[in-house]
Nanobody, 113 residues
Framework: QVQLVESGGGLVQPGGSLRLSCSAS????????MGWYRQAPGKQRELVAT????????YADSVKGRFTISRDNSKKNTVYLQMNSLKPEDTAVYYC??????WGQGTQVTVSS
């Protein structure tokens, strides 16, 4: 099974930016759709963005125009989430996902002044 490891979370002020990375082990990275989900305290996990194996993207309405998902199918086997214009309501644990139903351990993003 593919292992996913996230990095890049942290504390940022409202209006700031962060870039999350998710590195995948294994040689079949390019065949999977990849995505980011998030879970805020007391709330259900929700979809943030996905990218298919050929690069088609999809975003939650709440992040459209602010977040960008991308992937590198070369040796890096990595998917990224560029988050701009961050808001306090973006605070959550962000999880990397693939369509083989693998999940990362999560990385905390906190938006606060």
């Amino acid at each position: 099974q593919v292992q996913l490891v996230e990095s890049g979370g942290g504390l940022v002020q409202p209006g700031g930016s962060l870039r999350l990375s998710c590195s995948a082990s294994g040689s079949s990275f390019s065949i999977y759709a990849m995505g980011w989900y998030r879970q805020a305290p007391g709330k259900q996990r929700e979809l943030v963005a996905t990218v298919t194996s050929y690069g088609s993207t999809n975003y939650a309405d709440s992040v459209k125009g602010r977040f960008t998902i991308s992937r590198d199918n070369s040796k890096k086997n990595t998917v990224y989430l560029q988050m701009n214009s961050l808001k306090p309501e973006d605070t959550a644990v962000y999880y990397c996902w693939n369509s083989g139903n693998s999940w990362g351990q999560g990385t905390q993003v906190t938006v606060s002044s």
